[in-house]
């Protein structure tokens, strides 16, 4: 296997990874089902924006965001069910279950973390010992614009977190559970050891005032164009999209069993950072995963990086250690 330079970087040598837009398939059908999965993206992403810039008060709340939050991924597992992307990537009650133990993980215990421990508390902490002032003058700022500082400067930590899961030992311990997903569905993005879970969603926001209308924004963005990472459908992606933002395109390339394309595709919402960087392959992986594609049980996912970091801890160091003459 030859593979497809691209930059300095050889992709697609290990696993097959196709590489370039031009060269993935396209949805097939009538004009209606062309129409429908090339604008699906676009409208969902201005209706969402629309309905949060012009929404009253009495709902425009962070309950109304997860009731939309969750009705729109139940939609998307519909659209996966009619029209999947990959049939090795059709969703089974044993990948369903395993899905939901982890979203449900999300929502209660490490949401209960996130509040004692998470990037808004470490910020209050941090704001309250030198005492530091806020940047009240982001409030004069337009309200989309807002909304659109929130999104990009946690993303852009987000890509360096991500980035730094796959370059420093430690944290790719954490990080690497998730590499070991065979496949995308809409909930697979929760899927990984709870420490890495709660490291990627850190962010540096806080230290900044928005308003609170412009948070449900941003969340509205990322939830309309981060969700797709992890989803068996295909969609003929327009052009400014994918050049924009992540799609499922990227991040399966990302989780490719090709080493080379899973170093590439770290941002979460905008792929212009990555191109920024240098680290964007355009391209689609259907081969997913570590170790040949190697399903982990979720006991393995909650003590892989431990178990891990403490074997190669006995190697290094039971290496250096003399060995008594006899």
């Known amino acids: 296997m030859n593979g497809v330079r691209v930059g300095n970087r050889i ?3 290990q696993s097959p990874v196709t590489v370039g837009w031009e060269n993935i398939p396209r949805v097939e059908g009538g004009p209606v089902k062309q129409f ?3 604008w699906f993206q676009p409208t969902v992403l201005f209706a969402l924006i629309a309905f949060w810039y012009y929404a009253p008060d009495s709902i425009a709340k962070a309950s109304t965001a997860i009731g939309i939050g969750i009705a729109f991924k139940v939609f998307l597992l519909a659209l996966e069910w009619f029209f999947p992307r990959h049939e090795s990537w059709r969703l089974t009650w044993k990948e369903l279950t395993t899905d939901l133990f982890y979203v449900g993980l999300g929502y209660t215990i490490l949401r209960a973390v996130e509040h004692y421990i998470g990037d808004g ?3 209050e902490a941090i704001q309250g010992y030198f005492d530091l002032d806020k940047f009240t003058w982001f409030l004069s700022m ?4 807002q909304a659109f500082l929130i999104s990009f400067i946690f ?5 360096w977190m991500h980035r730094g899961m796959h370059n420093w030992y430690p944290l ?3 990080h690497s559970v998730h590499h070991y997903i065979t496949q995308l569905n809409i909930n697979k993005g929760a899927v990984g050891n709870p420490v890495e879970l709660f ?3 850190l962010g540096i926001g806080g230290f900044f005032d928005f308003l609170p209308r412009a948070a449900l924004l941003a969340g509205a963005i990322g939830m309309a164009v981060g969700t797709y990472q992890h989803i068996n459908v295909r969609f003929n992606t327009p052009r400014w999209w994918r050049y924009v933002f992540n799609t499922t395109e990227h991040h399966s390339v990302h989780h490719s069993q090709d080493f080379e394309a899973s170093r590439s595709n770290y941002s979460g919402t905008y792929i212009f950072i990555d191109r920024m960087f240098g680290t964007c392959v355009d391209g689609e992986a259907e081969l997913l995963g570590m170790e040949g594609g190697r399903r982990m049980s979720i006991s ?3 003590t892989f990086p431990f178990t891990e970091g403490w074997k190669t801890l006995k190697e290094r160091f039971g290496r250096a250690m003399p060995v008594p003459a006899e």
């Open 142 to 145: 337009p309200l989309l614009l």
């Open 199 to 201: 490291l990627i969603g």
């Open 121 to 123: 508390a470490m910020i």
């Open 36 to 38: 429908i999965f090339t």
């Open 11 to 13: 992709i697609g040598s």
């Open 300 to 302: 393995e996912q909650m």
């Open 155 to 159: 993303d852009f930590g987000q890509y």
């Open 172 to 174: 790719w311990l954490t």
